[in-house]
């Protein structure tokens, strides 16, 4: 059964961190990129940052890079958002997607997303 499991986020101070979780089983982890979207109260859903399949490449939107560090465990099938200097629009929900390589009818998965709230 494929599963993707996001755990942290919540309520935090402007200026304050978080670091959000994305657990992922029953499919082939390694031929995956992985990325982070949000999606705020009455916008569109934004890419916010990504990690290669294997890892040697990261990308990160205008809006958060060098505040946010995507990062991997391979062993864990796990990827990490980092997110520090939180600012209010940073508000939203967070959703972890696991997107195939190298596939004409590429797969895809999402988490069930979590909540991030960055008080003023």
């Known amino acids: 059964e494929v599963q993707i499991v996001q755990s942290g986020g919540g309520l935090v101070q402007t200026g304050g961190s978080l670091r959000l979780s994305c657990a992922a089983s029953g499919f082939a982890f390694d031929d995956y990129s992985i990325s982070w979207f949000r999606q705020a109260p009455g916008k569109e859903r934004e890419g916010v940052s990504s990690?290669?399949?294997?890892?040697?490449?990261?990308y990160y939107s205008a809006s958060v890079k060098g505040r946010f560090t995507i990062s991997v465990d391979t062993a864990k099938k796990t990827v990490y958002l980092q997110m520090n200097s939180l600012k209010p629009e940073d508000t939203a929900v967070y959703y972890c997607n696991a997107l195939q390589g190298r596939s004409w009818s590429p797969r895809d998965y999402w988490g069930q997303g979590t909540q991030v709230t960055v008080s003023s």
């Open positions: 990690i290669s399949d294997n890892a040697d490449a990261t």
